[in-house]
């Protein structure tokens, strides 16, 4: 079956613009998670989504960073007036509920001019 | 706070035996993973430990003993296509947040 994917892979955007990042998880999946990874670190935990209850946000780096899960499904991360310090490679991950096994999308590469 | 553990850098040769090694201090357990991530690519799931002792997937096996807040990763005959970047993680379980605490990362490069 399709994975998680996200779009678009690559966005390049000046200093000051708003982007939306795109995540389609794995059909049944309750659980969505956004991170994101600067080159040649570790993950790091921007948001969470749980079925229908209320999103955990406490990853999310400032106000300027916001995120919603339609339907269950798709989720958009959207980031407003965007720094050079938000270029990075934003990753989803989608999983089934238990929090141990996530599967992750391709990521989408942010590179803020 | 929590935090995971991990050496930053491993090196090895083809054909060895490596072990990495993962000490959690977190103020929920219920789970450790191991993720491999290759450059440029997105992380992919590899085991969980839930309970003590030694999980056994092909060449990559795993353990923990959750009296030490200790797991580790065993990969046997090792190929240049392991080179890549290990992660441990803690599922933490406040409540009914199932989020993973994620560890920094071990990049392991194998040489001919």
């Known amino acids: 079956g399709a994975g998680v994917s996200q779009s678009p892979s690559n966005k390049v955007t000046e200093k000051g613009k708003d982007v939306e990042l795109r995540c389609d998880p794995i059909?049944?999946?309750?659980?969505l998670y956004w991170y994101r990874q600067s080159l040649g670190q570790g993950l790091e935990f921007l948001i969470y989504?749980?079925?229908?209850?209320?999103?955990?946000k406490s990853g999310l780096p400032s106000d300027r960073f916001s995120a919603e899960r339609t339907g269950g499904s798709v989720s958009t991360l959207t980031i407003q007036r965007t720094q050079q310090e938000d270029s990075a490679v934003y990753l989803c991950?989608?999983?089934?509920?238990?929090?141990?096994?996530?599967?992750f999308g391709p990521g989408t590469r942010l590179t803020v001019t | 706070g929590q935090s995971l553990e991990q050496p930053s850098e491993v090196t090895a040769v083809e054909g060895a035996i490596v072990q990495i090694n993962c000490t959690y201090q977190t103020s929920g357990f219920y789970g450790l993973s191991w993720y491999q991530q290759h450059d440029g690519g997105a992380p992919t799931f590899l085991s969980y430990n839930a309970l003590d002792g030694l999980e056994e997937t092909g060449r990559f096996s795993s353990f923990l003993s959750r009296s030490d807040s200790y797991g580790y990763l065993l990969l046997q005959e090792l190929q240049m296509k392991d080179s890549a970047s290990y992660f441990c993680?803690?599922?933490?379980?406040?409540?009914?947040?199932?989020?993973?605490?994620w560890g920094l990362g071990t990049s392991l490069a194998v040489n001919p």
């Open positions: 991950a989608s999983g089934g509920g238990s929090g141990y096994e996530q599967y």
């Open positions: 059909s049944g999946h309750t659980a």
């Open positions: 989504f749980q079925g229908n209850s209320a999103p955990d």
């Open positions: 993680a803690v599922r933490d379980h406040s409540g009914n947040n199932r989020k993973l605490i």
